[in-house]
């Protein structure tokens, strides 16, 4: 089974501070996202890279960045953490195999911002 | 628009098959089919999908319409832990990085003892 691991399942954090969110997956799988998650408004894809070093901007990047410097982790960054990124984050893996293939997503991160 | 349309909630009691049903008329040619559930405070876990045949794995069965613009989503024996709410989702094949998988707000499903 394909196995998705963030680092936090609950984490607090003050405004202001530069807060880091961390995924791995163990499938050898080329492509990682990151997805916040909000009530009402569904999943809304944050950030995604097909590759090692390589990333592209999805929905809603503004205050994030990401890093991915191994195949098998992605990093998202909270710059400046505020209120308003108060949320669940998910990230997701997926191989590369003729584009059909589902996502497949870890347990969530539940983050406040304080 | 929506690509998909599902009921807001069902009941279906424990040990009974559970029918879901997700309407998808505009869906195009290349288009698959998935479905996942997602249980309370964890991720969005993936169920199964599907082109245009039917399709059975160990967690359920994807019935496909054969036009295709519809498909129902069956939990042959639902238990309390199949509880959640199921989202069906329809994304182009050739979405080579994976991309556009859009979550809709999904069918929340209770499992009645």
């Known amino acids: 089974d394909v196995k998705v691991t963030q680092s936090s399942r609950y984490l607090v954090k003050r405004t202001g501070e530069k807060v880091f969110l961390e995924c791995v997956q163990d499938?050898?799988?080329?492509?990682m996202f990151w997805y916040r998650q909000d009530p009402g408004l569904g999943l809304r894809l944050i950030y995604f890279?097909?590759?090692?070093?390589?990333?592209e901007k999805g929905d809603i990047p503004e205050g994030y960045s990401v890093s991915r410097e191994k195949k098998e982790r992605f990093s998202l960054i909270l710059e400046s953490a505020s209120t308003n990124q108060t949320s669940m984050y998910l990230c997701a893996s997926t191989s590369y195999s003729g584009g059909y293939q589902p996502q497949h997503f870890g347990d969530g991160t539940r983050l406040s911002i304080l | 628009d929506a690509k998909t349309t599902q009921p807001t909630s069902m009941d279906c009691a424990e040990g009974r098959a559970a029918n879901l049903p997700c309407n998808h008329s505009t869906i195009s040619g290349n288009e698959y089919v998935y479905w996942y559930r997602q249980i309370h405070s964890q991720g969005p876990q993936y169920i199964i999908h599907?082109?245009?045949n039917n399709e059975t794995n160990e967690m359920a069965s994807l019935i496909i319409t054969e036009d295709r613009k519809s498909s129902t989503l069956i939990l042959p024996h639902a238990t309390l832990r199949d509880t959640a709410v199921y989202y069906c989702?329809?994304?182009?094949?050739?979405?080579?990085?994976?991309?556009?998988?859009?979550f809709g707000p999904g069918t929340r499903l209770s499992v009645l003892p």
């Open positions: 989702i329809v994304r182009v094949a050739n979405d080579n990085y994976g991309q556009n998988f859009v």
């Open positions: 499938m050898d799988h080329e492509n």
């Open positions: 599907g082109l245009k």
């Open positions: 890279s097909y590759d090692v070093k390589m990333k």
